[in-house]
């Protein structure tokens, strides 16, 4: 839920400071309430912290002029304490000599701190993270080297971190841990070493890279990386993987177009993202399918978007003759589920894999019913691969804008792939069949090029609806996966009110919000639901309401009644309309986010949110 960026180089002419704040920046999707550098230069910890965006803090080039040897840096979503200087990080501890900056919630840190104030230490700040530098600096007066002074810290720590340390008296090294809060290591042998809460960050820097597990420790030097496991004290060998992702990522630019936000630009790759996804040879997509298939009980979870995913997944898997699967969003699975019956298996979803929420309720499935683990993630070697049985790669790449768009649109690509697998392997429909449900899945890539292409069409309804305070996004059947991601984007990327709702459900109470000139959105493909949504839009109108709907090129009747249309250009068959839930989606979102732009909003960074909520 933070960002964790740390450098340690032998390259003495290299620029430390600015190289850490750059790596920050990378980062600030993962928090951007505050943000902090400490340098360790001449055996003191030069320290400077505030509350507010990197760029903001560093106008004056306030971090870029901070000299010394290495350092660390953190970007910050605020759990425990306002959004302040004082609880910015890093945190040092009374001596000022040890600096640590931490990822996640120490959940015994009230007692650890009483623990520590009994014991005559003081603290500065309201975090939980400042008990790590005070317990570290215990454990060094007792006579522990650094590493073990961490060991020992983190054995008395319950909860999740991701942390760096540095002490100003221990040249040219750095230590980082972690448990269930993402740690990756970046390294140009022989001269300097990274760290980062997720590999983008380093990038630009290079592309050889660890990925630190859960209660791991490792001691970095410039260039240099020894990794230890934090319970039974071994070394542990590891080769560094080469991180085949694009730099592109980092940068506004798309095939030479330099864009106003990431979000622009990332919805720009969702056709050629959904074409990758769609012909990625997934290895393991069969034993993925015969686990669903061989289970008794079959759940899908997942957070936010990636839980509108689910949905639209679920729907598609169980029309191809996958079995019946309960829905649940992740944060209220262990809620719902206080016993989960024997041979089940949880399908989940997510665009990070770190989701607190999607890793607490797969290691409940998994480590106290035994549920197999099927995953459908984008980051690779994320914490949620490691807890699954099977996982699906998705092709989306680096997202960096903090509200999710092409993870979506391949998440759901990727359950549709799963869908027509399901319908292979059941044999109950013909190959045939099945090959024009494929194609039609593939032209859902153009679909989305032409869709872009005639994007100012989507901008002038977005700009004419986006001073309006309150919306309904109503839909019927797999089209509800689209109402849910509109209704979430409108809201987190430009802050208008919008719920969704099954449309058929609306006259059931909704409707009384209804009067002249409420924009209600309706998701209208040209489905078996066409007909009941017609009814539905009909209800809607009557009150007064102003109908923005969501149709096929080729659409008349819905049109017809309604006061703007968002047009798909998807053939009129049954095959293109059936695998239709992506681009029934995709000018959602774009809405969304003209939307966010034309009312002066930053759709990157939308206020309160992360791109990773790694706490739960
Ligand atoms: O990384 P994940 O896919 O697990 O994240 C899940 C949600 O937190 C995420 O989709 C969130 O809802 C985004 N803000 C959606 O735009």
């Not at 980082?176 to 300097?192: D, F, N, Y």
């Amino acid at each position: 839920m933070c960002g964790i960026f740390g450098l340690i180089t032998n390259k003495k002419e290299l620029p430390i400071a600015k190289l850490i704040r750059e790596g920050l920046e990378r980062l600030e999707y993962r928090g951007y309430d505050s943000a902090g550098i400490a340098i360790v230069n001449k055996g003191k910890i030069e320290l400077r912290k505030n509350a507010g965006r990197i760029a903001d803090i560093n106008k004056e080039g306030w971090f870029d002029a901070m000299e010394g040897d290495f350092g660390m840096g953190h970007t910050r979503w605020a759990t425990h304490g306002p959004p302040n200087a004082q609880n910015s990080h890093p945190h040092l501890d009374g001596a000022d000599k040890i600096a640590v900056v931490h990822n996640g919630i120490l959940e015994n840190f009230m007692e650890l701190r009483e623990e520590l104030i009994t014991r005559g230490h003081s603290f500065k700040s309201d975090t939980d993270t400042e008990v790590f530098p005070v317990l570290i600096k215990e454990f060094l007066d007792s006579g522990m080297a650094l590493k073990e002074a961490v060991v020992a810290t983190i054995n008395k720590c319950k909860g999740a971190y991701g942390i760096v340390v540095c002490h100003a008296d221990t040249p040219d090294t750095m230590i980082v841990a972690r448990k269930e809060s993402p740690l990756t290591i970046g390294i140009t042998p022989g001269e300097t070493t990274y760290c980062a809460s997720d590999i983008p960050a380093f990038l630009p820097l290079t592309r050889m890279a660890y990925i630190l597990d859960d209660d791991e420790i490792a001691v970095l030097n410039p260039g240099k990386v020894a990794i230890f496991d934090v319970i039974k004290g071994n070394k542990i060998e590891r080769e560094p993987i080469t991180v085949e992702w694009s730099i592109d990522a980092a940068a506004k630019v798309l095939d030479g177009k330099e864009y106003k936000w990431f979000m622009h630009k990332e919805l720009h790759e969702v056709p050629r993202k959904v074409r990758e996804q769609v012909n990625v040879p997934q290895e393991n997509i069969d034993d993925f399918v015969k686990t669903i298939l061989d289970a008794e009980h079959v759940y899908i979870t997942a957070a936010g978007t990636a839980f509108y995913a689910c949905l639209a997944g679920k729907f598609q898997m169980t029309r191809f003759g996958g079995p019946f699967m309960t829905p649940i969003e992740c944060s209220e699975f262990k809620d719902h589920l206080p016993k989960m019956p024997k041979n089940s298996c949880v399908i989940t979803v997510s665009q990070s894999g770190e989701t607190a929420d999607t890793i607490e309720a797969v290691r409940y499935a998994r480590e106290k019913f035994g549920a197999k683990i099927c995953s459908v993630v984008n980051v690779v070697g994320s914490s949620l691969t490691r807890y699954s049985d099977h996982v699906l790669i998705t092709t989306a790449g680096p997202e960096i804008a903090v509200a999710s768009q092409k993870a979506y649109c391949t998440q759901v690509t990727a359950l549709s792939v799963v869908a027509l697998r399901i319908a292979e392997i059941q044999g109950k429909m013909s190959q045939e069949e099945i090959d024009k449900y494929r194609e039609a899945l593939i032209a859902t890539a153009d679909v989305g090029d032409v869709i872009l292409k005639r994007e100012d069409a989507i901008k002038a309804v977005a700009q004419i609806i986006s001073k309006k305070i309150n919306f309904f996004f109503l839909g019927r059947g797999l089209s509800m996966a689209a109402a849910y991601e509109g209704a979430l984007k409108l809201k987190e990327i430009s802050y208008n009110h919008a719920e969704a709702y099954p449309a058929g459900e609306s006259k059931h109470g909704p409707i009384a919000l209804i009067n002249e000139g409420y924009p209600v959105v309706f998701v209208a493909p040209p489905d078996e639901t066409y007909d009941r949504l017609i009814g539905n839009i009909m209800e809607m109108k009557s009150r007064g309401a102003t109908i923005i709907s969501v149709v096929a090129d080729f659409d008349e009747r819905v049109t017809e009644i309604s006061d703007y249309t968002l047009r798909v250009p998807i053939e009129n068959n049954k095959y293109a309309i059936a695998m239709s839930i992506v681009p029934f989606t995709f000018p959602l979102q774009i809405m969304a986010y003209f939307a966010s732009d034309h009312n002066g909003l930053d759709p990157d960074k939308p206020r309160n949110l992360a791109k990773s909520v790694t706490v739960k």
